[in-house]
Structures are given as structure tokens and as C-alpha cells.
């Protein structure tokens, strides 16, 4: 497909009622049952893990898995609308970032595990009844995968894990953890691997970390010591560990991005509505033109971040490689979020930098959602490559 083709490709997009319906059902639990209760969460650095439950039971974490394997398989498009919209109505990344990470585990399993593994994992995923999570970063393999360190060692029809895993989104309750590993071979060819680890198994250790955002994420480090999995677990290949991340990494991206699109539609919001309601000089200062142009230019943008996102999420749909578009939507709506927050707290003056205000809560987060699943650097190294046919 030409440059020009891609760019088109939404011409002939158009949201259906169905996707409609999911952000005003998701709009609405996120402000009446999330909103009043995300500070509490994030006060205590607490996974969320009954809002997660509430969710399986209503089929939102099964969007990506097919109704055979108890999923409710909706389109991508409907990803986004679910994520954007429980971001933005409680004004906090978390519960966004949550469904996108438990979904790109569950993605792994339905696009790399074997029917053993589907037919026993994905319904409890798609249900919650278990908390999927993803480990590929160390200490010293963030951006570099292939510096990966943590070992796993064939004996007899097991693999023997050992390492650390630096940063798990819901690590402090997962259940399940795609985990990427360096398998050991007698030729010193190592070859890194993903596998399926149960967090249940014994050596499986977990330490909270404590980020600036993203604090109801239930961040944790893991800790692997002599820990057992059978090698049907094995994700893919063996030595195919790097493929097997990208490619669902292209799909989670796309989840990261409609989490930031969600944050700048609610700093635009809560923006709009202070303006509205603050008096200075005799008016509301949202009458001040240079003000008004700030909300322009923010309106603008959020578009422009959005239809990146539903462009990505609609050739997914289609079966078309769309891995420059997912770093496209990833890259902009990130950084976009990040400017929309200080801007926002710019419109509260120093009302937004109080810690009553959920714009901080929003421009940590935002941070956060620069580094998530692959750095804005990286996302411009991807487009580069795609774009210059490298």
C-alpha cells in the first residue's frame, strides 16, 4: 500500500452506533463508579483489582479474544472507544493502562500459545478471573530487548527461570506473566524466548515500585529464582521472543494511545470548565482570546491524535501491517497529552497545581505514557524505518 493509499484509508471510515454506545457505557461507569474512587487507589499505590473484576463481568477485557475462547470479540475501533473513554471519564490513566496491558498478555496467548494454552487461559482472562501481565524490561534492557539477561534453562520437559523483570503494569496482583527470556544452548548461541509463567509457581518473587504516576497501576518488579515452567508454555518459537514482542507491541500501542487521547479529553474538559466558571478583569476568562486560541489549538490536536489512533486501529482491523500507523498514533497522542496537561494546569494557574486537582494526577500520568511500551524516541525510530523502507 502507497504512502498516499494509507493516508486515505479512513476516507471511508465512519463510527457505528455499536462504537458509540461502547464510550457512553464506559464514559459513564468510569465517572459514577471510578472517578469518586481513583484517588483512594492512587493514594495507596492499590491495583484497582474490583473495578477490574466489574469489567471482566461486563466484557470489556475480551474484546481482542474470540467468542470460542469466551471473549466478546469486538473490533479495534471498539478497543479505543473503551479505553479513551474510561481514561477520560476518571480523569486518570490507570484503569486504561490496566485493560491495555491484561489485553496485550491475552493477545500473546491467542496469537503465539498453543491450543492448550488458549482453550485453558483465555476465558479466564477474558472474565478476569485471572490478571494478565507483560515483562520485558530489566534493569539494563529498556529500549534494547536484546540485552535481555534473564535465563531459562532446559531441563528435561521444563524450562528453569531465573532473573529480574524491572517494571510489570498490574505485577502487584498478576497471575499470569508473558515473559520474555534468554534460552541457554551449550554453543553460547543464547536465544531470547517468550514464555507463560504462572505467578504462582514457586521462586516467583514481586516488589511494588513506586512511580511519580501512574500510581493505581499496581506497578511491581519480579524477582525469578529457580522457577519451573513446562515447555508447552513456550510462546512462539523458540528464539523468537523479539518477534513474538514486537508484534503485539503494535497492537498494545495502539491501547497506549487511545489512554493519552482519553487524558487530554479530560485536562481539555476540566480546562473548559474552570474557564467557564473563573472571573478576572469583570468576565469569565474564557472569554480572553488568547485563552480561547490555547483551546483551539488543544481541540485541534486532540482530532488529529484521535483519527492517528482510529487509522491504526482500522487497518488492524483490515489485516493490513500497521505498525508505522500504531507508533504514528503512539508517538502523537502521547506527547500531545503531555502538553495538554501543563497547559490545562496553565488555564487553573495555580488552582492546577494543587494536589486537590486531578491535573497533576494527569500530567504524571501522561509522563508515564511517554516511556510505556516502547519511548517516543523508539516510536520515531519505527516510523523512520517503515517511512525510509530500511
Known amino acids: 500500500m502507497s504512502i498516499f493509499s494509507r493516508v486515505m484509508a479512513l476516507m471511508a471510515f465512519e463510527l457505528t452506533d455499536d462504537h458509540q454506545k461502547i464510550w457512553e457505557e464506559a464514559y459513564t461507569f468510569s465517572k459514577e463508579v471510578v472517578e469518586p474512587v481513583i484517588g483512594e487507589y492512587e493514594e495507596a499505590c492499590r491495583y484497582p483489582l474490583k473495578i477490574f473484576r466489574e469489567m471482566g463481568r461486563r466484557g470489556w477485557l475480551g474484546f481482542n479474544i474470540p467468542e470460542e475462547y469466551g471473549g466478546s470479540e469486538r473490533d479495534t475501533i471498539s478497543y479505543v472507544m473503551l479505553i479513551e473513554a474510561l481514561t477520560e471519564g476518571s480523569s486518570s490513566a490507570s484503569v486504561g493502562l490496566i485493560v491495555d496491558t491484561h489485553c496485550l498478555a491475552s493477545e500473546t496467548v491467542r496469537l503465539f500459545g498453543n491450543e492448550y494454552l488458549k482453550e485453558k487461559y483465555l476465558p479466564k482472562l477474558a472474565n478476569a478471573e485471572l490478571v494478565g501481565g507483560f515483562a520485558i524490561t530489566e534493569a539494563n534492557a529498556g529500549s534494547n530487548v536484546t540485552n535481555i539477561r534473564a535465563t531459562a534453562i532446559k531441563d528435561g520437559d521444563e524450562y528453569v527461570l531465573n532473573g529480574e523483570k524491572s517494571i510489570v503494569v498490574g505485577g502487584e496482583v498478576a497471575d499470569l506473566l508473558v515473559a520474555s527470556f534468554r534460552v541457554v544452548s ?8 517468550a514464555f507463560l509463567v504462572d505467578t504462582r509457581n514457586p521462586g516467583v518473587e514481586r516488589e511494588p515500585v513506586d512511580c511519580i504516576g501512574l500510581k493505581a497501576c499496581g506497578l511491581a518488579k519480579f524477582r525469578f529464582k529457580d522457577v519451573r515452567v513446562p515447555e508447552e508454555n513456550v510462546l512462539g518459537d523458540i528464539g523468537k521472543g523479539i518477534r513474538v514482542a514486537l508484534s503485539v507491541l503494535d497492537f498494545g500501542r495502539i491501547g497506549v494511545a487511545s489512554v493519552a487521547l482519553g487524558i487530554t479529553g479530560a485536562a481539555l474538559a476540566h480546562a473548559v470548565e474552570y474557564a467557564k466558571k473563573r472571573v478576572q478583569f469583570g468576565q469569565p476568562i ?41 507508533a504514528m498514533a503512539k508517538l502523537y497522542a502521547t506527547e500531545l497529552a503531555m502538553r495538554a496537561t501543563i497547559k490545562a494546569i496553565q488555564v ?13 494526577r494527569l500530567m504524571n500520568d501522561a509522563k508515564g505514557l511517554e516511556m510505556a511500551e516502547g519511548t517516543s524516541e523508539i516510536q520515531r525510530i519505527v516510523i523512520a524505518r517503515e517511512f525510509l523502507g530500511d
Not at 304 to 319: C, I, M
Request: proline share 2%.
Open 348 to 360: 487553573y494557574g495555580y488552582h492546577g497545581y494543587l494536589k486537590s486537582s486531578p491535573l497533576g
Open 186 to 193: 551449550d554453543d553460547g548461541n543464547d536465544k531470547i524466548t
Open 286 to 326: 474564557i472569554k480572553f482570546q488568547g485563552l480561547r486560541w490555547l483551546l483551539a489549538d488543544l481541540r485541534v490536536e486532540f482530532d488529529a491524535a484521535k483519527l492517528l489512533t482510529l487509522r491504526a486501529a482500522y487497518l488492524r482491523d483490515k489485516g493490513v501491517r500497521y505498525t508505522a500507523e500504531a
